[in-house]
T-cell receptor, first 113, second 115 residues
Framework: AQSVAQPEDQVNVAEGNPLTVKCTYS??????LFWYVQYPNRGLQFLLK??????LVKGSYGFEAEFNKSQTSFHLKKPSALVSDSALYFC???????????FGKGTSLLVTP | KAGVTQTPRYLIKTRGQQVTLSCSPI?????VSWYQQTPGQGLQFLFE???????NKGNFPGRFSGRQFSNSRSEMNVSTLELGDSALYLC??????????????FGEGSRLTVL
């Protein structure tokens, strides 16, 4: 089965510093990978996706992610964190049995002033 | 374009009751999927519908059911509610066309509390 893992429950970073939220994947074949963000009491918002092509994917709100096939990772990054980036971040992989996404457990990002 | 609309946003039920949640997808999207989100289990896939047919189903008991109408609107039903069914239920839609790359667009969710 296609799956992703987010090894960190929480990531703390100071405003202005770079941030990284980690994700590793386990798939057969080529993965379709996604990052979503969730603010309190809201639905999930799409940030970016990797389907094929360049390993560095740029997305919304200044976020980017690097696909690394040898390390089976798809880490989310941002050069300079904002307090407003504080939220729950989910990595996901498309399930090839259908159009479902399999999500990681989520990483809570806290950006402090 | 309007986003995915879910109703109701909040509801409280008691054990043994049933509940129906509604989802209106983005105009033109024919695929609707449902996810359950809880603090303990995270986001879990319930089922996915395309053109009124269930194409994919997650590992949930038969108390959880859904359907999709000809206008792509979808409903999910949970019967004989249990305390553990308290969760945020998220609906997502996609265009699911030939160029579909799996991106889902989510609604704000329906928060169900079972007492």
């Amino acid at each position: 089965a296609q799956s992703v893992a987010q090894p960190e429950d929480q990531v703390n970073v100071a405003e202005g510093n770079p941030l990284t939220v980690k994700c590793t994947y386990s798939v057969s074949g080529n993965p379709y990978l996604f990052w979503y963000v969730q603010y309190p009491n809201r639905g999930l918002q799409f940030l970016l996706k990797y389907i094929t092509g360049d390993n560095l994917v740029k997305g919304s709100y200044g976020f980017e992610a690097e696909f690394n096939k040898s390390q089976t990772s798809f880490h989310l990054k941002k050069p300079s964190a904002l307090v407003s980036d504080s939220a729950l971040y989910f990595c996901a992989v498309r399930d090839f049995s259908g159009y479902a996404l399999n999500f990681g457990k989520g990483t809570s990002l806290l950006v402090t002033p | 374009k309007a986003g995915v609309t879910q109703t109701p946003r909040y509801l409280i039920k008691t054990r043994g009751q049933q509940v129906t949640l509604s989802c209106s997808p983005i105009s033109g999207h024919r695929s609707v999927s449902w996810y359950q989100q809880t603090p303990g289990q995270g986001l879990q896939f319930l089922f996915e519908y395309f053109s009124e047919t269930q194409r994919n189903k997650g590992n949930f008991p038969g108390r959880f059911s859904g359907r999709q109408f000809s206008n792509s609107r979808s409903e999910m039903n949970v019967s004989t509610l249990e305390l553990g069914d308290s969760a945020l239920y998220l609906c997502a839609s996609s265009d699911a066309g030939p160029a579909n790359t799996g991106e889902l667009f989510f609604g704000e969710g329906s928060r169900l509390t079972v007492l």
